[in-house]
């Protein structure tokens, strides 16, 4: 199992860049893909993007492709998120994510969840 521990959301104008921390820890990460969702009010929890954790291969959502990247430190056991060109659309509630064994988009396929962040963007 993996226990995720997110930090460095907040309140960012449209236009402007955030970057999101996971911070991750278990025995091991192999065959663990890691995966960013998020969730507005009303909303369902979407995807947002996903790395595999060893190989770093990544894959983004359409609606954030080109804006957000995905990555990993191996090192510091960490994924981040960077977030460019925010719009206010992305607003949410944002969730670190890990799955097993699984490249699927859907929230299902992740056992293990972090608490969650607000990112809040201004117009």
């Known amino acids: 199992q993996v226990q995720l521990v997110e930090s460095g959301g907040g309140l960012v104008q449209a236009g402007g860049s955030l970057r999101l921390s996971c911070a991750a820890s278990?025995?091991?990460?192999?065959?663990?893909?890691m995966g960013w969702f998020r969730q507005a009010p009303g909303k369902e929890r979407e995807f947002v993007a996903h790395?595999?954790?060893?190989?770093?291969?990544?894959y983004y959502a359409d609606t954030v492709k080109g804006r957000f990247t995905i990555s990993r430190d191996s090192v510091k056991n960490t994924v981040y998120l960077q977030m460019n060109s925010l719009k206010t659309e992305d607003t949410a509630v944002y969730y670190c994510?890990?799955?097993?064994?699984?490249?699927?988009?859907?929230?299902?396929?992740?056992?293990?969840w972090g608490q969650g962040t607000q990112v809040t963007v201004s117009s």
């Open positions: 278990g025995r091991t990460f192999s065959g663990y893909t």
């Open positions: 790395i595999r954790w060893t190989a770093g291969i990544t």
């Open positions: 994510a890990a799955a097993y064994f699984s490249i699927r988009t859907v929230p299902a396929d992740y056992g293990d």
